[in-house]
């Protein structure tokens, strides 16, 4: 139980309303309202008064119950260092830090997503244009025009993707420091992460199953269309029909681990513990060049043969091969240390 249940447990359990609690304490019921909400931290004074209005310790009211005994201690004061230059510095990570930074992540992880989803989406049209253009029978549309067509609506679509990775960026441009230094919560802040980590914990897992089951079943139309008509049209409605299936698994996916990724960057926890963000800093530039070159291969291929419907494999073999680069890597620092 973090500092702002406590203090509405008490309220309530002395029969208090939050205009009767703040007259007592000399503050405005707003104030009062912020306290249960987790928006704000009271002063140490309204701490302290709150004990004997109570009847309880300090330590009761300031010690999470879910916390170790020393992270009090931990997230009472800012790191002692407080040089940004020295290599130990820690930034510490107010309350309201914290709210905005997952506010944001959470308005915004939607339209992320989206905009992974729409860069899946964009070769579909150019896939069905080309299928057709290739129609024996009197061509239903000219080679030429279903290529540029196509073309088009693939460069719009994913010009807009990239507005909407732009705009995020802006708005969590600040926050960056988060996935490379490590950080200390304020105190309180801790608490009130982990409680709206738990409160979504459900929520991601739905997501995470929903996400992977749709990645998965994908394949289905591939398969069953490509069967019954492996050079025709409904081979082409199959990978259509796959990579649409596919935007809806990666969209569940984008959002909720961008969501819980919030909350594990404010922790330090997973992927964005202090060991990981060390390695990420070494890592840096191999990652840079590889995606890069990844990348221009995609689009070389792609543009030079036009089967965007086979040129797609490359991210996921990509993926997977990038964790065997990072591991290589490390092993060469490793035998030089």
Known sequence: MILADKIAELRKKNGWSQEELAGQLGVSRQSVSKWESASSIPDLDKILKMSDIFGVSTDYLLKDSD????????????????????????????????????????????????????????PILLILLGGLSDQEGGHVIPEALAASVGLTVLLVM????????????????????LEKEPVELAYGVTGVVEKRKKAYEPSHGISLVIGVGLCILSAIPVFVLGVLDEDGMLAIYGVVFCLMIVSAGVFFLVRTCMIFGSFQKLLEEGDYSRAKKTAEKRNEVISTVYWCVVTAVY???????????????IWP???????????????????KA
């Open 317 to 335: 073999c990509a993926a997977v091969l990038f964790g065997a680069v990072l591991g290589i890597s490390s092993m060469i620092r490793n035998n």
């Open 67 to 122: 916390e170790p005994e020393e992270e009090t201690l931990t997230h009472a004061a800012p790191s002692a260092v407080s040089d940004s230059g020295n290599d130990n510095y820690i930034r510490t990570v107010s309350l309201e830090e914290a709210n905005t930074f997952m506010d944001i992540v959470q308005d915004m992880a939607a339209k992320v997503a989206t905009g992974v989803s729409i860069c899946i989406l964009s």
């Open 158 to 177: 994913v010009a807009g993707a990239v507005a909407l990775f732009i705009w995020y960026g802006r708005k969590t441009e600040r926050f960056e420091y």
């Open 299 to 313: 689009l070389g291929w792609s543009f030079y043969t036009m089967e965007w419907q086979r040129t797609w494999i």
